[in-house]
């Protein structure tokens, strides 16, 4: 089920611009010391757990579940996430949050019969000093969750560094890169990488200086052989012209296809021969 497409994501985006329009500039603002910026961010992650698994528990899954990213950003728009799951526990999808941003659940992974959930990378925006959550669901409906902080802020306003036509160019051209060898019955890594601007609505075209209006990936469904490997539900934290490396066990050589699908209803689609061991 596309979760982020659901009646769910209203209540998402109105949390998360809540969080922005109370540091707007104007607004009298208190001074915080280190303890009290702790408890809002606390405060802030509770209010996103009763709306994203409203009625169940979140375990503890920092011994398992590893976050890597940068403590300090260099680019803001661009901040690489890796996730590592640590665990043999049958895993049936991975979320991940990013509490400040407007658009705070930035994806949600949901596994298929060959899709390998121990390790996925990805790109994303950063709004502002901020909690990282990645929450695993197992498949007997379990969640577990890690978190990680990470210092950034502006990314999901920065300009793309092209105006709007140019940024378009290529729309949804796909590559795949795959290692030169497989062996059959062995996770291997694929990395899926989408031409796509990904525009949030934030951004403003610097040869106009109007915004931008949004267009961005809403799915990405990758199968093999015609069977489920893995499906993203998208939301407006995920970086201009993704990449997404994920794990995959192929049975044999075959033919991995990719299908990508955007909030103007366009889609995107291509298939790629996978070698054989």
Same mark, same amino acid.
């Given at each position: 089920?596309?979760?982020?497409?659901?009646?769910? $994501?209203?209540?998402?985006?109105? *949390?998360? %611009?809540? #969080?922005?329009? @109370?540091?707007?500039?104007?607004?009298? +603002?208190?001074?915080?010391?280190?303890?009290?910026?702790?408890?809002?961010?606390?405060?802030?992650?509770?209010?996103?757990?009763?709306?994203?698994?409203?009625?169940?528990?979140?375990?503890?899954?920092?011994?398992?579940?590893?976050?890597?990213?940068?403590?300090?950003?260099?680019?803001? $728009?661009?901040?690489?996430?890796? *996730?590592? %799951?640590? #665990?043999?526990? @049958?895993?049936?999808?991975?979320?991940? +949050?990013?509490?400040?941003?407007?658009?705070?659940?930035?994806?949600?992974?949901?596994?298929?019969?060959?899709?390998?959930?121990?390790?996925?990378?990805?790109?994303?925006?950063?709004?502002?000093?901020?909690?990282?959550?990645?929450?695993?669901?197992?498949?007997?409906?379990?969640?577990? $969750?890690?978190?990680?902080?990470?210092?950034?802020?502006?990314?999901?306003? @920065?300009?793309?560094?092209?105006?709007?036509?140019?940024?378009?160019?290529?729309?949804?051209?796909?590559?795949?890169?795959?290692?030169?060898?497989?062996?059959?019955?062995?996770?291997?890594?694929?990395?899926?990488?989408?031409?796509?601007?990904?525009?949030?609505?934030?951004?403003?075209?610097?040869?106009?200086?109007?915004?931008?209006?949004?267009?961005?990936?809403?799915?990405?469904?990758?199968?093999?052989?015609?069977?489920?490997?893995?499906?993203?539900?998208?939301?407006?934290?995920?970086?201009?012209?993704?990449?997404?490396?994920?794990?995959?066990?192929?049975?044999?050589?075959?033919?991995?296809?990719?299908?990508?699908?955007?909030?103007?209803?366009?889609?995107?689609?291509?298939?790629?021969?996978?070698?054989?061991?």
């Amino acid at each position: 089920m596309g979760m982020i497409q659901g009646q769910l $994501a209203p209540m998402i985006l109105a *949390l998360g %611009l809540a #969080s922005v329009a @109370a540091n707007a500039a104007g607004a009298p +603002v208190a001074v915080r010391g280190p303890d009290d910026e702790e408890a809002v961010r606390t405060a802030r992650w509770v209010e996103l757990q009763h709306a994203l698994f409203a009625g169940r528990t979140l375990e503890d899954g920092s011994s398992w579940i590893e976050i890597q990213a940068p403590e300090r950003a260099l680019d803001a $728009a661009l901040v690489p996430v890796n *996730l590592t %799951l640590k #665990s043999d526990r @049958a895993i049936k999808g991975v979320y991940l +949050v990013i509490d400040d941003n407007p658009g705070p659940l930035a994806g949600h992974f949901t596994f298929g019969p060959l899709g390998d959930a121990r390790s996925l990378k990805l790109r994303v925006r950063i709004n502002a000093y901020t909690y990282i959550h990645a929450i695993a669901e197992t498949r007997d409906g379990r969640l577990f $969750a890690a978190a990680r902080f990470v210092k950034a802020a502006g990314g999901c306003s @920065a300009p793309s560094g092209a105006d709007e036509r140019q940024a378009v160019q290529d729309l949804g051209h796909i590559k795949l890169r795959l290692p030169q060898q497989f062996a059959a019955g062995r996770p291997e890594e694929a990395q899926l990488m989408i031409r796509h601007p990904n525009f949030n609505g934030m951004q403003m075209d610097q040869m106009t200086h109007l915004y931008t209006p949004p267009m961005f990936i809403r799915t990405i469904d990758v199968t093999y052989n015609g069977i489920a490997v893995v499906h993203l539900d998208s939301d407006i934290s995920l970086s201009a012209d993704p990449v997404i490396s994920f794990e995959f066990t192929p049975p044999d050589k075959g033919q991995m296809t990719v299908l990508v699908r955007d909030t103007k209803d366009q889609s995107f689609g291509q298939s790629f021969d996978v070698p054989g061991t």
